[in-house]
Each structure stands twice: as structure tokens, then as C-alpha cells.
T-cell receptor, first 113, second 113 residues
Framework: AQSVSQHNHHVILSEAASLELGCNYS??????LFWYVQYPGQHLQLLLK??????LVKGIKGFEAEFIKSKFSFNLRKPSVQWSDTAEYFC???????????FGTGTLLAVQP | DTGVSQDPRHKITKRGQNVTFRCDPI?????LYWYRQTLGQGPEFLTY????????KSRLLSDRFSAERPKGSFSTLEIQRTEQGDSAMYLC???????????FGQGTRLTVV
């Protein structure tokens, strides 16, 4: 069965701090991996995605994620967070022939000015 | 606005009543998805359409739930004989054929009292 685990449920950082949110998945085949963000009162938006090729993917707003196949991980990083990054972040997986996304439980990030 | 549109945004209903939600996908997106999200959880897949064909259904979609996409454009999700456990945010997403990335609407929040 496919699953996604996000270890940090709630993260509080000060502005300019570095961010790393953990994401591990369970699936033995080829995967597509995503990070979505949900700002307060807004819809889910795609931050970045990995399909194949370079395991280090860059997304919008200075975010990046690294796919490490041996660790079944796809951690999200940002070197310096801003107050406007306050949001909930979801890691998601699409595996095999299915068209559905499997989401993690999300990480709520609060950035203090 | 060319995003995914959902109606209504909020719905309060009494237990046992039927409710219907509508989703208008991004124009020319032939794939449409329904997800459900409860507090503290990530979105859970319910069902997927390609054009008017319903190609995948989750076990979460009990016989009280039915979804349609009659002309391959908008979709409806109906819940019959609502229960308190149906209270959740119902999300619709769409994507073009060939793309895995899904674009989400703002959701319909259902409260069953």
C-alpha cells in the first residue's frame, strides 16, 4: 500500500531561520512526488514536483526538495523563511498506474516576525 | 477567474438530509478528482473522472456517495442520508490529460448537525 508520513506536525520558526520539513513515503515502484502548500484561507497550491531526473528540484518562492530514493524521502527545504511562508505544507505521492494522490497529514508552519 | 470553482463554499445540513456539491474544473481539463479532508488530516482521495468516465473510486466512497460528470465538464458529488462523520472539507481538483499535477479548488465545507 502507498503511504506518506510527515514527521513534523507543527513547526515554529523565526524569520530568516532555515526550514526543513520531513517527508517519507512507502511504495516500491516508480513514484511522482509533490509538495503542496495551503496559505490561510486559500486553496492548495503546488510548490514543486519530482517526476524523474535531477533529484534536487526547485519550486516557487525559493523552496527546494531532494528526492533520496534509498531513504524513501522527499524533504522540503528553504534557506531563509519569511513571515509570508506561514501555511500548511503537504507532501503527496502518486505511484504506479493510479491517478490519485496520497497525501501526508501535513505540517503547520508558523513563522514569527 | 480560470481556477477550479466549487459551490457552495459552506453547507450546514441536518443528519439524514441529502446534499449535492458542484465542481467546475479549469476549462479543457479532462481529468477531475474529488478528495475529502478532515481536521488534522491531509486530503483523502474519493474518486477520479477522465472526461465523463468515472475510472477510480475509493473504498471511502460508500453507497451513500455518488459522483457524476455527465458531459465531461462540471461534476457533482451527492451524499445521501448524511451522517455526522461526513462533516469535512470536500475538495475538487482538475488536471489536463498527460499531467499528474492537480489544481485544487477552495473546497466545500460540510457540517452535519
Amino acid at each position: 500500500a502507498q503511504s506518506v508520513s510527515q514527521h513534523n506536525h507543527h513547526v515554529i520558526l523565526s524569520e530568516a531561520a532555515s526550514l526543513e520539513l520531513g517527508c517519507n513515503y512507502s511504495y516500491g515502484g516508480t513514484v511522482n512526488l509533490f509538495w503542496y502548500v495551503q496559505y490561510p484561507g486559500q486553496h492548495l497550491q503546488l510548490l514543486l514536483k519530482y517526476f524523474s531526473g535531477d533529484p534536487l528540484v526547485k519550486g516557487i518562492k525559493g523552496f527546494e526538495a531532494e528526492f533520496i530514493k534509498s531513504k524513501f524521502s522527499f524533504n522540503l527545504r528553504k534557506p531563509s523563511v519569511q513571515w509570508s511562508d506561514t501555511a500548511e505544507y503537504f507532501c503527496a505521492l502518486k505511484g504506479g498506474a493510479t491517478n490519485k494522490l496520497i497525501f501526508g497529514t501535513g505540517t503547520l508552519l508558523a513563522v514569527q516576525p | 477567474d480560470t481556477g477550479v470553482s466549487q459551490d457552495p463554499r459552506h453547507k450546514i445540513t441536518k443528519r439524514g438530509q441529502n446534499v449535492t456539491f458542484r465542481c467546475d474544473p479549469i476549462s479543457e481539463h479532462n481529468r477531475l478528482y474529488w478528495y475529502r479532508q478532515t481536521l488534522g488530516q491531509g486530503p483523502e482521495f474519493l474518486t477520479y473522472f477522465q472526461n465523463e468516465a468515472q475510472l477510480e473510486k475509493s473504498r471511502l466512497l460508500s453507497d451513500r456517495f455518488s459522483a457524476e460528470r455527465p458531459k465531461g465538464s462540471f461534476s457533482t458529488l451527492e451524499i445521501q442520508r448524511t451522517e455526522q462523520g461526513d462533516s469535512a472539507m470536500y475538495l475538487c481538483a482538475s488536471s489536463p490529460s498527460g499531467m499528474t499535477e492537480a489544481f485544487f479548488g477552495q473546497g466545500t465545507r460540510l457540517t452535519v448537525v
